[in-house]
């Protein structure tokens, strides 16, 4: 059966997740990555550094992002966003969003990426020094769609 989520279902599915995907422009070129994430209801959070993606939003700040679950083919969720990235640059929002993205729960096993400093699990002595680059993403619209199989899911191997 597929269907379209709830609201509750969606910001639950923004709430739980840690890796999203934004989608972005330049006018002339499409760009889509993988970024960890926090979402606290109204903004993404999200820390990366300098290259394609942070050129393009700069050039161009609207964006897609979207989040998903996926338990396997025939049994996932996904939702779709449309928002506006916003640079932190200012040092009190700046270390609001990197508290926000340090105090998110992470699966046992975590890579590199969705760390943000050495000493993860712990609260970095300075984050404010963190260097890179932290934004946020002001959400305008949502919509989100699962799949859930009546049966179990067929495997062939």
Wanted: proline residues 4%; neutral net charge; hydrophobic residues 35%.
């Amino acid at each position: 059966m597929m269907g379209h989520l709830t609201d509750d279902e969606i910001e639950n599915l923004l709430h739980t997740s840690v890796i999203g995907r934004i989608g972005c422009t330049d006018g002339k070129l499409i760009y889509i990555v993988p970024i960890s994430f926090v979402y606290d209801g109204k903004y993404v959070y999200c820390y990366t550094h300098e290259g394609l993606k942070t050129k393009m939003l700069r050039q161009n700040p609207h964006l897609c992002f979207e989040a998903e679950q996926l338990k396997d083919l025939a049994n996932w969720q996904t939702v779709i966003t449309h928002g506006t990235f916003e640079e932190l640059t200012d040092p009190v929002l700046r270390l609001d969003a990197l508290q926000k993205l340090h105090a998110r729960k992470l699966p046992v096993i975590t890579s590199q990426t969705t760390r943000l400093t050495e000493e993860w699990p712990f609260v970095a002595k300075e984050l404010s020094l963190l260097k890179g680059i932290t934004f946020r993403i002001h959400l305008h619209s949502k919509s989100g769609r699962f799949e859930k199989a009546s049966q179990p899911a067929e495997t062939f191997f």
